[in-house]
């Protein structure tokens, strides 16, 4: 059973960059179009972006121009970052993947990380 | 972009009655060539990561109760909770992955009257 797990800082200064990391267990990192969601206090969710094994992307045209994702399959993780950030990025950030034996349906979930942008 | 539109935003429904959940898409997620409707429903409660539901409109992934089912077509879709039950509680969300971006409803918030 393929289990994920965020970890990255909890606090970002404005203008900086937020940066987490994902950590895949159990499966292979090649089963899967891994993506970033995320969830600001009192909205809903909002797909960040996806990234597959061999590197290639798709980012939510709302956040393509502050967001980079990258993959490390020798350590089984993978990473976003996004730049420039303001108060509007603090939410809570997932780690989801999308399994290619399915067509865009996120199943797994990794808990789930606060990321707060304040000075 | 798919604009996924949910109602209502919240609702309180009686323990062992039925909840429905609606979902409207800005334009068809109905394939035409698999007659497939791209659309999953998750469940999210406070501390723990959403929970898929249900995915082409209609089929429970493994685990789910029978009571949660999902229907509809084209572009107007229902998650039903047969006999809610005191853990059903929860933020409910739908999502397209017709094209991308892969968009979420806004959530409707259940809880028991």
């Known amino acids: 059973q393929v289990q994920l797990q965020e970890s990255g800082p909890g606090l970002v200064k404005p203008s900086e960059i937020l940066s987490l990391t994902c950590i895949v267990s159990?499966?292979?990192?090649?089963?899967?179009?891994w993506s970033w969601i995320r969830q600001s206090p009192g909205k809903g969710l909002e797909w960040i972006g996806y990234i597959y094994y061999s590197g290639s992307t798709n980012y939510n045209p709302s956040l393509k121009s502050r967001v980079t994702m990258s993959i490390d399959t020798s350590k089984n993780q993978f990473s976003l970052r996004v730049s420039s950030v303001t108060a509007a990025d603090t939410a809570v950030y997932y780690c989801a993947g999308i399994p290619l034996s399915g067509n865009g349906w996120f199943d797994p979930w990794g808990q789930g990380t606060v990321v707060t942008v304040s000075s | 972009d798919i604009v996924m539109t949910q109602s209502p935003e919240s609702l309180a429904v009686s323990l062992g009655e039925r909840a429905t959940i609606n979902c409207k898409s800005s334009q068809s997620v109905l394939y035409s060539s698999n007659n497939k409707n791209y659309l999953a429903w998750y469940q999210l409660k406070p501390g723990q990561p959403p929970k898929l539901l249900i995915f082409w409109a209609s089929t429970r992934e493994s685990g789910v109760p029978d009571r949660f089912s999902g229907s509809g077509s084209g572009t107007d879709f229902t998650l039903t909770i047969s006999s809610l039950q005191a853990e059903d509680v929860a933020v409910y969300y739908c999502q397209q992955y017709y094209s991308s971006p892969y968009n979420f409803g806004q959530g409707t918030k259940l809880e028991i009257k």
């Open positions: 159990g499966g292979s990192i090649s089963n899967y179009y």
